[in-house]
């Protein structure tokens, strides 16, 4: 195996670990808020972007997802490589790259607060559903760890 395929490889559990965690903050959060009653006295105004401070990384990891998902599929698409790797493993993977940069599209609107926060909220979920879905099946296609890449 060649350092750069290697390279590649490791870039892409990267993004897999990465998103998992990116997933998780905001559920973490929530239920951190729900179990802690608010002790502040100060107005809600004020508490507002305390409350949230722990989005940040979230919102940061999202756009590293976005930024390193667009240097794993550059590097991914070079002939050597993305010859040997599965057709719609590749399609797949172009398409949860356009996902990927539409979730933090959906995200950016969110962080605006948008007059129908729910719904876009639910957007927001069911969008990372189906990049979450289109990511597994690219990593069953095209894994060298899995084995089903068939380069070497």
């Known amino acids: 195996m060649s350092s750069r395929l290697l390279a590649i490889a490791a870039s892409?559990?990267?993004l897999v670990?990465?998103?998992a965690v990116t997933i998780q903050?905001?559920?973490r959060q929530r239920r951190r808020r729900v179990r802690q009653p608010r002790r502040s006295a100060r107005p809600a105004w004020q508490a507002w972007?305390?409350?949230?401070a722990g989005l940040r990384l979230h919102y940061w990891l999202g756009y590293?997802?976005?930024?390193?998902?667009?240097?794993h599929a550059m590097a991914a698409m070079t002939r050597g490589i993305?010859?040997?790797?599965?057709?719609?493993?590749?399609?797949?993977?172009?398409?949860?790259?356009?996902?990927a940069l539409g979730e933090v599209g959906i995200g950016l609107w969110l962080r605006g607060k948008p007059q129908h926060r729910a719904a876009v909220r639910r957007i927001h979920f069911w969008v990372m559903t189906v990049l979450v879905?289109?990511?597994?099946?690219?990593?069953?296609l095209d894994s060298w760890l899995l084995g089903t890449f068939h380069g070497t």
Do not use: E
């Open 12 to 14: 892409g559990w990267l």
């Open 49 to 52: 972007p305390a409350r949230w």
């Open 82 to 99: 993305a010859g040997r790797a599965h057709p719609a493993g590749l399609r797949l993977a172009s398409l949860a790259l356009l996902v």
């Open 64 to 71: 590293a997802i976005a930024v390193l998902a667009l240097v």
């Open 133 to 140: 879905a289109l990511i597994v099946i690219h990593v069953a």
């Open 17 to 19: 670990a990465l998103l």
């Open 25 to 27: 903050i905001p559920y």
